[in-house]
């Protein structure tokens, strides 16, 4: 084990929040970065020490980080989610300075985030894979193969993933189009365009299981996450373990995951991404090398932290445990709060946070990174805030953050906190009956009708405008001095 | 009578049911309240003190004889709006339809004696079938002196009539008399002449609403000063009304603080009054952007909508406003607005109320509607109305000030004490293209390109002519402003001007055009 | 001035703070709200509640109010508020001109629909331009003017239906 560990956290937010938290756990002195927008965030001041980046986008600036490592003597640097942590280039920058990226190889990030590459590599593991490309478009493509194709199909950058560079083309007329705009977007987006096609799943479930492997060949499985409430294709709510998953279905799920694994001799944390159809099988889409938004739903059903993990396979310590040590208990749901407005077509929503009181109580777990007073703006993503409940069952956990949704308040500008309540509320989602397009035909309602609620809420806030009202009404009157008396009389002729 | 407690409380509370149980309930399902229920609303809470509760008919013949309710239909005494005495009396529906008999007038007018006596402001609330006929002359006797008192109060109290029902025939001419008047939309009805009455004489078929309604009288007739659509909001207005008035012509109006900084600048007035003449704006806004608070509350806002008048604080005290609205018919004065004016200018003089007058109209409405109209005599009024008004007067030429229209409106030779204007006002005798046409009318003739000369020659007449540094030079304006330093330069200028005393020759009364 | 009008989304409430009893929309409503701490926290004791709420002004005199996990953006009016906007009644829907002039511009078609307020015609006349508007929501069913046409007072300009 290397002794003398110092990392660095290239992220911001609640996942810098949260591997920072770990690392003070472990006692690994930490380091933050930040930019001239967050300044005054949380994570800056939670770890030891911080160092500025600068212009916003600085947390994509991977010369800037590294020399932020060396200036601050960081021997490791956690990329958390999002941002540099799928970039082969930065990985392979940090390990060219001599310092630990603290995920899996850059040759294996390199691999995966060609997504026709690593269909290639499931395929060869014998993975189920949907038809589609084997190889990137050609930049003409002839009318008669588009005709071949079966509608509707998806057309995919190459480079892209996390739901990101995905296109859908309706018929062979579409097709040409939309690929020309994918190409554009993923020029654009990656820096790349190439695309490809595949073959769209109707009714999908996605379900995705997440792996840790210490690159000496040890792979272990911690089980699945259900992740089909999405908004455009953005997660909202996720769930450990996959609602009504038949164990049948469920094995075979692991035991992919595991070919996959082991085939890459996959070192770090790791997900591996399938989808459902509606006869219950499932197909490979990719696989995402690095910790994800919705991990704690795997940390409440496991009793581990994942972040931990990676920090001891980046120090070089073999897995300390075998499959049959990891436990799945009970269910977890997780929803995120995030700055956008329903009712504007979840335009982004920026302002400062007014009020903020987050739920607790059992079983409830909030990762955030806001506080009352915190300016929000649109720089960056929209995630406010992660409620997390656990239950022994899912009716249980269900019920749980339904009561945290509850309990949570924050002020000063409009999240969908309400849609949240709504989804959980539907009688689809309490039946865990639910697909990737299930969004897509939920309605949110924003009329309420008059209530006893209502009318207390319309007294209080005439009373509040009544007491900050700035009318000081006096029915004493000055009394005219003795000029004006005299004006006043001179003006009335005669009559007194 | 015993002396036991409980006979006096039940004799109280049979008076307090006025018609009875069911009465009230009819009254009720109308949409309107009881009288006592209406001085709740209006008065602040627990400080109404009646009199007269006790107050019987004293008629005999045509059944009469047969009751006397306690309070003969009205419900008179006085109480507190906002801390200050009012004298009110609610006309009660439920006991014989609220007519006017002798003892209703009678004390009707004792306590128009009592409001005028002790200097505080009277409130009418009307809901009544008219005069009992079976009382005959005494009834009629019962108007007049509610009549005669209303022209002894004009200008000493402020009067308001408030009719939330019927007032017919004669009745009406005792609000016509008071200073403002509020009708509730729907169930409030005013005519000379009833429906029925209407329908035999002249076969005319017409409804109550369409003779004699709140949108009658708030759009057409001008009888009207506020209307609302319920009573509840109505009795509100009244309140909120009151709040700019003084109790009596010898006390200044109340001061509220709105915490309005006396020195804002007023930014806005640049983007809302805009510098070609031709494009019209809101003069709401402008009068919003210069007063405290935004707060205007506007008179007849539905009637002679070419001229706007109304109330509003600078510096915590009330001034009447009165304004042109180039939105309206281009802001053009014709009868109505010369009669509308005319009437709130009296007012606010009769009760010591400063006027702050904003200018910007092309002149008189022609045409022959007009002058058989007798514009003639109503423009008159307007300025008798302001020369013989003795109030600080502060005048500001927004933009257009042409011909009699600009003498009227405050101008310094009428009387007004301080005048200023915007830098891209026009004050002339008349707009520059009817001018040059007559000035010029052989050098745009004779010119190569007429249409040419005629432009340029009204853009000379604009900047030599009718230019502010002209009137400004001849001392007719006082200062020429920024739009910017408005609100702070006429708070000052209305500062200066309150110990103003101003001698008026001694005359019974002036004989101004009526 | 102790009236308020509170419009919370679409609901209207008239809240009247006069007088012994606060009545909400007509109906007694007994409440007394206690301020808790100084960024906004509040309590409201009714007779069969107590919330907890979160008050804090917003511009334009909207109140942001959180109670349980609901967000609403309440709009609080007093009297003088709302009389700073009169209310116009319409008696009838169709456009006439106020006064003899010129048309300028009509800016509406047959069978178009249009908002109270709308702008339908420009008409210039005393040397002014005046916007003609709509007195109510409708729908456009027959327009009479045209650009540079002379008119009288009270000639018929547009036909509009209104919707209500």
Redesign the interface.
């Known amino acids: 084990m290397k002794k003398n560990i110092k990392v660095l956290i290239a992220n911001r937010g609640e996942i810098a929040l949260r591997v920072l938290r770990t690392c003070r756990e472990m006692g690994i002195p930490s380091v933050a970065v930040y930019t001239d927008v967050d300044e005054l965030a949380l994570h800056v001041s939670y770890a030891n020490e911080a160092v500025s980046l600068g212009e916003r986008n600085s947390y994509l600036d991977i010369e800037k980080i590294i020399q932020a490592a060396r200036q601050s003597g960081a021997t490791a640097i956690h990329p958390g989610y999002g941002f540099l942590a799928e970039n082969a280039e930065f990985a392979k920058a940090v390990e060219e300075a001599g310092l630990t990226f603290i995920g899996p190889r850059p040759e294996t990030i390199a691999l995966l985030g060609d997504k026709l590459a690593s269909r290639q590599v499931a395929s060869e593991c014998g993975l189920p894979v949907l038809p589609g490309s084997s190889s990137p478009l050609p930049l003409e493509l002839p009318l008669e193969m588009a005709r071949q194709v079966s509608y509707p199909v998806l057309v995919k950058a190459a480079a892209g993933g996390g739901g990101r560079g995905i296109r859908l083309a309706m018929s062979a007329e579409e097709l040409p189009e939309v690929i020309a705009a994918a190409r554009q977007e993923a020029l654009a987006a990656f820096g790349d365009d190439k695309v490809f096609l595949e073959s769209m799943v109707q009714q999908a479930r996605h379900i995705e299981v997440q792996i840790l492997g210490d690159g000496c060949g040890n792979v272990l499985c911690l089980g699945e996450r259900e992740c089909s409430i999405q908004r455009r294709r953005q997660k909202l709510i996720e769930e450990a373990p996959a609602a009504g998953l038949p164990e049948s279905i469920r094995t075979k799920l692991y035991e992919a995951a595991f070919r996959l694994g082991h085939q890459l001799n996959y070192r770090g944390l790791g997900t591996v991404e399938f989808l459902l159809d509606a006869q219950n099988e499932f197909h490979f889409i990719e696989v995402n090398p690095r910790i994800q938004v919705e991990h704690p739903v795997t940390e409440m059903v496991t009793g581990m932290d994942l972040v931990k993990e990676q920090l001891m396979v980046a120090l070089g310590a073999p897995l300390r445990m075998l499959q049959d040590q990891v436990e799945l208990r009970g269910a977890a749901i997780e929803a995120r709060i995030l700055a956008e407005d329903p009712a504007q077509d979840f335009l982004p929503s920026t302002g400062k946070i007014?009020?903020l009181k987050e739920a607790g109580g059992p079983g409830i777990r909030i990762d955030s990174a806001v506080y009352?007073g915190m300016q929000v703006s649109a720089d960056y993503d929209s995630l406010l805030a992660k409620i997390i409940a656990w239950g022994e069952n899912r009716p249980a956990a269900i019920r749980r953050i339904r009561r945290a949704?509850?309990?949570?308040?924050?002020?000063?500008l409009?999240?969908d906190?309400?849609f949240l309540?709504q989804i959980i509320n539907s009688t689809r989602f309490r039946a865990g009956n639910i697909t990737t397009t299930y969004l897509e035909e939920f309605q949110p309602s924003?009329?309420?009708?008059?209530s006893e609620?209502?009318?207390?809420?319309?007294?209080?806030?005439?009373?509040?405008?009544?007491?900050?009202?700035?009318?000081?009404?006096?029915?004493k009157?000055?009394a005219?001095?003795f000029?004006?008396h005299?004006?006043?009389q001179?003006?009335?002729?005669?009559k007194c | 009578m015993t002396d036991d407690k409980s006979e006096l409380q039940s004799l109280r509370q049979q008076a307090c049911l006025g018609g009875g149980a069911r009465r009230i309930e009819a009254q009720h399902a109308k949409g309107k309240a009881t009288a006592r229920e209406r001085i709740e609303k209006l008065l602040d809470p627990g400080t109404f003190n009646e009199i007269g509760m006790f107050i019987t008919h004293r008629a005999s013949g045509f059944d009469l004889e047969k009751s006397h309710p306690y309070g003969d239909g009205v419900v008179t005494g006085w109480g507190k709006i906002d801390g200050r005495t009012v004298y009110v009396f609610a006309q009660d529906f439920t006991v014989i339809g609220g007519s006017v008999g002798e003892m209703h007038g009678r004390k009707i007018a004792h306590l128009m004696d009592l409001a005028l006596e002790n200097g505080a402001p009277l409130i009418g609330l009307n809901d009544s079938g008219g005069a009992r006929i079976q009382e005959g002359v005494d009834a009629l006797a019962g108007y007049g002196e509610i009549f005669y008192r209303n022209v002894q109060a004009s200008g000493v109290i402020p009067q308001i009539s408030v009719i939330l029902g019927p007032c017919a025939g004669g009745a009406v001419y005792s609000p016509a008399i008071t200073d403002f008047v509020f009708m509730v939309e729907n169930t409030a009805h005013m005519f000379i002449t009833g429906p029925d009455v209407v329908r035999a004489v002249t076969h005319e078929d017409i409804s109550a609403d369409d003779l004699g309604g709140a949108a009658v009288h708030s759009q057409r007739s001008g009888v009207a000063h506020f209307t609302a659509g319920d009573e509840d909001t109505l009795l509100a207005n009244v309140r909120y009304f009151l709040s700019f008035l003084p109790s009596n012509n010898l006390t200044p109006t109340p001061e509220l603080s709105l915490g309005d900084d006396p020195n804002r600048q007023t930014l806005e007035l640049r983007g809302l009054i805009p510098i070609e003449p031709q494009q019209p704006y809101d003069i709401l806004e402008v009068i919003r952007a210069l007063v405290d608070g935004k707060e205007f509350l506007q008179v007849q806002s539905s009637y002679a909508t070419n001229i706007v008048v109304g109330f509003a604080r600078l510096n915590g005290r009330t001034v009447g406003v009165i304004a042109n609205q180039p939105e309206v018919l281009a802001g053009v004065i014709d009868i109505n607005a010369s009669d509308k004016s005319a009437r709130f200018i009296r007012f606010c003089d009769a009760f010591h109320i400063p006027l702050l007058t904003l200018v910007d109209t092309p002149g008189f409405m022609p045409g022959a509607e007009q002058e058989n109209g007798g514009i003639i005599r109503h423009g008159a009024k307007m300025i008798y109305a302001y020369a013989e008004a003795t109030v600080p007067k502060v005048a500001l030429i927004l933009r257009k000030a042409y011909g009699g229209a600009y003498i009227v409106m405050s101008s310094k030779h009428l009387g007004g004490d301080i005048n200023f204007a915007l830098p891209h006002a026009e004050i002339a005798v008349m707009g520059p293209e009817g001018a040059v046409n007559v000035v010029f009318r052989k050098e745009i003739e004779s010119a190569g390109a007429p249409e040419q000369k005629r432009a340029q020659l009204a853009q000379l007449y604009r900047e030599e002519l009718a230019s502010p540094l002209v009137a400004a030079a001849r001392g007719y304006l006082d200062d020429i402003l920024e739009p910017e330093e408005c609100r702070a330069r006429l708070i000052t200028a209305f500062e200066t001007l309150v110990s103003k005393r101003q001698a008026v020759p001694a005359r019974k009364h002036g004989n101004i055009p009526l | 001035m102790s009236l308020y009008y509170v419009t919370i989304g679409k609901n209207e409430y008239r809240v009247d703070l006069n007088g012994a009893q606060t009545k909400v929309n007509g109906k007694p409503l007994e409440g007394r709200l206690h301020q808790l701490n100084g960024s906004g926290l509040h309590m409201l004791q009714c007779e069969k509640q107590t919330l907890e709420l979160f008050l804090d002004s917003q511009e334009k005199d909207t109140l942001e109010i959180l109670v349980g996990s609901r967000r609403v953006l309440a709009k609080v009016e007093t009297l003088p508020q709302r009389l700073n906007h009169p209310r116009t009644e319409v008696n009838n829907s169709d456009l006439y001109s106020p006064m003899p002039g010129l048309i300028v511009s009509v800016t509406v078609s047959v069978g178009e629909h249009v908002e109270q307020g709308q702008t339908l015609v420009a008409l210039e006349s005393m040397k002014m331009q005046m916007q003609l508007r709509a007195a109510c929501n409708g729908r456009v069913t027959h327009v009479a003017a045209q650009p540079g046409q002379q008119v009288e007072k009270n000639a018929l300009l547009v036909r509009v239906d209104s919707e209500s």
């Not at chain 1, 949704?405 to 000063?412: A, M, N, R, S």
């Open positions: 007014s009020f009352q949704l509850d309990e949570f308040q924050i002020g000063g409009a999240t906190l309400e309540k924003d009329a309420q009708p008059e609620l209502e009318r207390a809420v319309a007294l209080a806030a005439a009373l509040y405008a009544n007491e900050h009202h700035e009318r000081k009404f006096s029915a009157t000055n005219l001095d000029w004006q005299t004006a006043w001179e003006q009335m002729t005669g």
